[in-house]
T-cell receptor, first 110, second 114 residues
């Protein structure tokens, strides 16, 4: 797969912080983070466009790597409703399509 | 706005049957795409369209056809269903311009091929 994510599974206690990583050997023009709840379609959390860009959305913070080949998503003070599958997705340079990583499944223990 | 709608929600097919998964959006989005989701594989791009009359292949196009005659609709056709096409199918759409790749997803169609 063009986009790799780690870890594949993550189980944490409520209130803990967590980080999900996304990387590729290819360069991306833009990169997004999505969350998918059971039985639903993914929902956009954060979109990144510039190399080194750091963006926050409430308790979520994401950064696009300087080389545009990697990113991380940090969630602070986790709560039970954060559970779901987190995907990174991106548009490879010179392509007009979006591809997804394999996902990170998060569970939060109350 | 209804957003992105998909029909049917569930479908069971026999091997060799054909069918069309419907996708419609009411947000005047230019960009639309189809993904399939299998356990541990994330979402894999089947076909996408950057506007009416324009379609292109994604990562896993074999066994599927698409057309885009209007901005609103982007149907996905399974030509001769196979058990390997058992999956959850998601349609997505997005604006043009810088936000082109920020996608809005439908609720999915759960397809089983026996």
């Amino acid at each position: 797969q063009l986009l790799k994510q780690s870890p594949q599974f993550l189980s944490i206690q409520e209130g803990e912080n967590l980080t999900v990583y996304c990387n590729s050997s290819s360069v991306f023009s833009s990169l997004q983070w999505y969350r998918q709840e059971p039985g639903e379609g993914p929902v956009l959390l954060i979109a990144l466009y510039k190399a080194g860009e750091l963006t926050s959305n409430g308790r979520l913070t994401a950064q696009f790597g300087i080389t545009r080949k990697d990113s991380f998503l940090n969630i602070s003070a986790s709560i039970p409703s954060d559970v779901g599958i987190y995907f990174c997705a991106g548009r490879p340079t010179s392509y007009d399509k979006v591809i997804f990583g394999p996902g990170t499944s998060l569970s939060v223990i109350p | 706005n209804a957003g992105v709608t998909q029909t049917p929600k569930f479908q069971v097919l026999k091997t060799g049957q054909s069918m069309t998964l419907q996708c419609a959006q009411d947000m005047n989005h230019e960009y639309m795409s189809w993904y399939r989701q299998d356990p541990g594989m994330g979402l894999r791009l089947i076909h996408y369209s950057v506007g009416a009359g324009i379609t292109d292949q994604g990562e896993v196009p074999n066994g599927y056809n698409v057309s885009r005659s209007t901005t609103e609709d982007f149907p996905l056709r399974l030509l001769s269903a196979a058990p390997s096409q058992t999956s959850v199918y998601f349609c997505a759409s997005s604006y043009s311009g810088r936000e082109t790749y920020e996608q809005y997803f439908g609720p999915g169609t759960r397809l089983t091929v026996t």
